[in-house]
């Protein structure tokens, strides 16, 4: 016979027993729980860092095949019916400047005496290059010519560059081709003698272009005008372009006006 006391004893141990068995499944339900929410964070970490680095791929390679386009001001189809030398066009604000650039094909001399337009006798001439230099602006050094004094055609405004202020405000200027617009940083503007700039120097050695370079950036002249800050930094790499003028009663020297390409952009 059980006594009173043992069945409370057992009635305990029963309710007792029955209490681990829940317990446990709770543990165990709630471990899963967290096992599976740490999944689930290890799982979204994963996709959404390779989501960002694909994102970031597709934008990089979206970049790099992205170019500045903007529409060409100059009509060179039209320019080469008239006169098949033409091939470039140069623009210098605040300036009379803004004429087709042409290269004869077996005269140096030939467009100091006759118009781009059409080939025709003209005194005041062209502005050009000679055939040293090549027509896409790819050289070292590019020499462009153009006549001073006949009133204010050609290059006579380029002596505007003489005055500190005018050339502190004026720091660049473009020159077009067909489908490219390139955009120079005026590095000078200073006298210099009458030498043939292109015959006096060999570009090709890299020590007589760098002394080229600093002589650009530090010219002993009385009449000069220097920039001292520059968006790019002088190297073998840069291409160099320099307007040369006359100087009223000076016959021996020369107004040059240096600068660097800065921007090379594609145009329609």
């Not at 903007?70 to 623009?91: C, H, K, M, R, V």
């Not at 062209?126 to 153009?146: K, R, W």
């Not at 001073?148 to 004026?170: A, P, V």
Request: hydrophobic share 35%.
């Amino acid at each position: 016979m059980l006594k009173s006391g043992d069945i409370t004893k057992r009635k305990s141990e029963k309710g007792h027993s029955e209490k681990r068995p829940n317990s446990g499944v709770r543990a165990t339900i709630s471990a899963i729980l967290i096992l599976i929410i740490i999944v689930c964070c290890v799982i979204l970490a994963v996709y959404y860092a390779g989501t960002y680095k694909s994102e970031k791929e597709y934008s990089d390679l979206l970049i790099g095949a992205q170019t500045d386009i903007e529409e060409n001001p100059i009509d060179f189809s039209a320019l080469t019916e008239s006169n098949s030398e033409i091939y470039a066009w140069i623009q210098i604000e605040d300036t009379n400047i803004d004429y087709p650039i042409v290269q004869s094909a077996n005269d140096d001399e030939f467009y100091l005496k006759h118009s781009a337009a059409n080939q025709s006798y003209s005194a005041s001439g062209a502005i050009y290059t000679e055939m040293v230099n090549s027509t896409d602006f790819s050289d070292p050094v590019t020499l462009i010519y153009g006549h001073n004094g006949y009133g204010s055609t050609m290059f006579t405004t380029l002596h505007y560059f003489e005055d500190e202020d005018f050339f502190n405000e004026h720091e660049y200027f473009t020159i077009y081709l067909d489908g490219r617009k390139l955009t120079y940083q005026i590095i000078s503007a200073f006298e210099y003698d009458d030498r043939h700039i292109m015959n006096s120097f060999d570009f090709s050695d890299s020590a007589m272009l760098l002394s080229f370079q600093q002589m650009l950036q530090s010219p002993e002249a009385t009449v000069k005008n220097v920039r001292q800050e520059l968006d790019v930094e002088l190297g073998e790499d840069s291409k160099i372009v320099i307007l040369s003028t006359c100087i009223s009663g000076k016959e021996d020297y020369r107004y040059l006006v240096s600068a660097v390409l800065v921007k090379d952009e594609v145009t329609v």
